[in-house]
């Protein structure tokens, strides 16, 4: 039985871009679970945007990190020692104690996950069936208010929750769903694997000019993952009355001032638009009809999702900064495969 648990700490906070020298990697010795304590090993932990908020020392909607502290994040795995009558041996469990191999706490901090399909990796309880498509369901239908019929424009289509905006938008009965990604191959995917009917990279030219000629119309639905260019394009191209959904804003994550907004803002009051954000634990209470509605399209067949998955523990800051470097198609993974 593993004893130990292969960690990465937090060991400075990074200007602009994080590089691997703010982080370490160490090998923390386990005392066997207590009463009520579970032992997890880890299959595979999440990397994700947010958490570059979470390296810097500012409150935001969750705290940051601890310096010379594991940091922690969405993780799947297999419970090897329970000292608890809710988990036993073998059961798999979701969880938040991600970046390391071996996980050990009181048994409710993790939720077991049943029942198992074989047909439903591990993996899809960290994107597709996990936050990230209830991300993507409750920013397209609850915030932005999508309606059938709509044109939705999507940014970061080809990341993790993207992409699965693009597919419930089609299966809800848009119009018309374009995408932008930041390589061809990924502009590829959107239409060849994701169902949108056009793409473009951002890296071509103007995020305006090529979303004018993918929607000549204009549309009604923006889902920002992006922010900066890629927003104000969108509220040039917002008809009347059309809505946007602020997910997230990663092409200023790692900027060391303050970006600044878009520069049309009038557009919102002359056209009547609306623009909202959200994080998704503020939606929870979505999860049950998320849950059912997307087991069932899963289960049809009805939406494609990657994982892009790195090896090791030891590489989980290389995923990390290589899903903000757009390395990943759809969700950025690290299986941990911690051995016995
Ligand atoms: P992704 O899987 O989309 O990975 C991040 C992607 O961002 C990269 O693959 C890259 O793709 C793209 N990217 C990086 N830099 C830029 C840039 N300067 N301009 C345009 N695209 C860029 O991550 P997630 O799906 O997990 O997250 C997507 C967004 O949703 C993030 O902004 C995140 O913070 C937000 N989010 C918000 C939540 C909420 O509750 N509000 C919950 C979950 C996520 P490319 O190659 O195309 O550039």
């Known amino acids: 039985m593993n004893s130990v648990s292969t960690q990465v700490h937090l060991r400075s906070r990074p200007t602009g871009w ?11 010795s386990l005392q066997p679970p207590r009463a ?26 969750i705290p940051p990190f601890a310096l010379n502290e594991v ?22 469990v979701l969880h938040f ?13 993790f939720t077991r996950l049943s029942p198992e399909s074989p047909d439903i990796p591990l993996s899809a309880y960290l994107g597709v069936l996990g936050l990230t498509g209830l991300t993507a369901y409750v920013g397209l239908l609850t915030i932005a208010e999508f309606t059938e019929g709509d044109t939705v424009f999507v940014s970061g289509a080809a990341g993790a929750v993207g992409s699965i905006v ?26 060849d694997s994701y169902g ?14 090529q979303l004018a000629d993918a929607a000549p119309d204009g549309i009604d639905v923006y889902f920002d993952n992006v922010g ?21 804003a990663i092409s200023t994550y790692n900027s060391t001032e303050r970006t600044p907004g878009p520069s049309n803002m009038a557009n919102l009051v002359t056209r009547g638009l609306m623009l909202k954000g959200f994080t998704v634990g503020n939606y929870t209470e979505h999860q049950p009809e998320f849950t059912r509605e997307m087991s069932g399209w899963l289960a049809a067949g009805r939406i494609n999702w990657d994982t892009t998955v790195v090896e090791g523990i030891e590489n989980a800051v290389e995923a990390f900064l290589g899903m903000m470097h757009g390395k990943n198609t759809g969700k950025m993974l690290v299986r941990t495969g911690a051995a016995d």
Request: hydrophobic fraction near 35%; charge should be negative; include cysteine.
């Open 196 to 209: 949108f009917d056009a793409g473009f990279n951002y890296h071509d030219g103007p995020v305006r000019d």
């Open 166 to 191: 693009g597919q419930i938008a089609k299966i809800k009965g848009a119009g018309l769903v374009v995408g932008s990604a930041g390589s061809a191959d990924k502009v590829r995917r959107l239409t």
């Open 36 to 61: 009520g304590e579970v032992r997890v090993r880890n299959e595979y932990i999440s990397v994700d945007p947010y958490m570059r908020g979470r390296m810097n020392d500012v409150k935001s909607y």
């Open 71 to 92: 940091m922690t994040g969405g993780a799947v795995g297999r419970v090897v020692e329970s000292s608890d009558d809710a988990l036993s041996p073998g059961d798999a």
């Open 97 to 109: 104690q991600g970046w390391r191999d071996v996980a050990q706490g009181p048994a409710e901090q």
């Open 228 to 248: 900066g260019e890629h927003l104000e394009a969108a509220i040039s191209r917002l008809r009347d009355g059309g809505r946007a959904a602020l997910c997230g």
């Open 18 to 28: 994080p590089t691997e020298r703010n982080f370490s990697l160490e090998t923390v």
